[in-house]
């Protein structure tokens, strides 16, 4: 049962959290993005829907931004003001910048399995990553890959990365897979191979570092890309932040205090990570815990508070209290 004030350990101390429904009436939210133009807006995976939630509030009459997307999943923000976006089940990256029916929408990029994930590294040199599945068919997808995209053509920039299915979200696949063994592919969250990030929180570390979660090892790592191309295995023996973290969904680093904060869906609850001290996080305390399958954080426009996504009861929640 989610408590609206809690008392958790922060920073060392015990601090009190206050949680509250910031938008409600939502289907299946598993992603949000801030875009250049202040706007929040978040994926309904299942609507195939991107709804405008700046203002926060009941989303049920909402008119979406965007809509007829094929499991709409991450955006992802260009500094020049574009909007990617991940079709998960269409196999495609559309620009969303303009709203509207997505099939009016311009084709960043067509052809990968399943894409997810989305991150952009720099503000002036831009490089753009996605996660997707190499393989098509549920037995034959054992191991996903990053691609670089930035050219809009995939290149393999960190290979083999186990797939790891997101136990408790088989509702999430379309009703067309559900005739073959296939559904499994499909029904994830962002576990689904790995979530990807900025790990200098937003450009501060200079568009070099590559946060990624890896529930299949239950580590998060941050990578320099000037290392260039790596399989996942050689990139955990030497750049692991986190061990021990279990499976998770989406993370974000903080643009000031430069902490990652991780979802653990399964678990309700968010860690925050320390970038200066990598260690095991087996026993840390959340910073906030009880909250319904949480999916994906982001922050409040005064960076002070996190706002979470909860697919399964439809609600966006707003954080106070966990970020020191």
């Known amino acids: 049962m989610l408590k609206e004030v809690q008392e958790v ?3 060392g101390r015990t601090r009190r959290v206050y949680v509250r429904p910031f938008a409600w009436n939502l289907h299946a939210p598993t992603h949000m993005e801030w875009t250049p133009d202040g706007r929040l807006l978040v994926v309904e995976r299942t609507t195939g829907k991107v709804k405008d939630v700046t203002k926060g509030g009941d989303m049920e009459e909402a ?6 997307l094929q499991g709409p999943s991450s955006m992802c923000p260009l500094p020049d003001g574009r909007v990617l976006i991940s079709e998960f089940w269409g196999n495609r990256i559309r620009e969303i910048s303009a709203g509207g029916e997505a099939e009016k929408a311009p084709v960043f990029l067509d052809g990968l399995i399943r894409p997810y994930s989305l991150a952009a590294l720099g503000k002036v040199h831009v490089r753009i990553f996605a996660v997707a599945s190499k393989e098509p068919t549920a037995f034959r997808d054992v191991a996903g890959a990053v691609y670089e995209i930035t050219t809009g053509t995939p290149e393999i920039f960190i290979d083999q990365i186990p797939t790891h299915r997101s136990p408790g979200l ?3 696949a379309p009703s067309w897979s559900w005739k073959s063994e296939d559904w499994s592919a499909y029904a994830s969250g962002c576990s689904k191979t790995s979530w990807i990030d900025d790990g200098g929180g937003g450009g501060g570390g200079g ?3 590559l946060a990624i979660a890896a529930s299949s090892l239950g580590r998060v790592l941050l990578y320099p890309v000037g290392e260039g191309k790596k399989d996942l295995l050689s990139v955990a023996l030497n750049y692991t932040l986190a061990l021990d973290v279990g499976e998770m969904g989406g993370i ?3 643009p000031q205090n430069g902490k990652v904060y991780v979802t653990k869906p399964r678990e309700g609850e968010i860690l925050a990570l320390d970038k200066e001290t990598p260690e095991s996080y087996a026993f ?3 910073v906030v815990k009880g909250l319904p399958t949480p999916t994906c954080v982001r922050f409040t426009p005064d960076l002070e508070g996190l706002l979470v996504c909860s697919p399964t009861n439809g609600v966006i929640w707003e954080v106070r209290g966990a970020i020191v």
Request: glycine share 20%; net charge positive; no cysteine.
């Open 63 to 68: 008119k979406p931004f965007a809509w007829g």
């Open 252 to 254: 974000k680093t903080h």
């Open 170 to 172: 088989e509702g999430l």
């Open 207 to 209: 568009g070099k570092l």
């Open 9 to 11: 350990k922060v920073g």
């Open 284 to 286: 840390h305390p959340p």
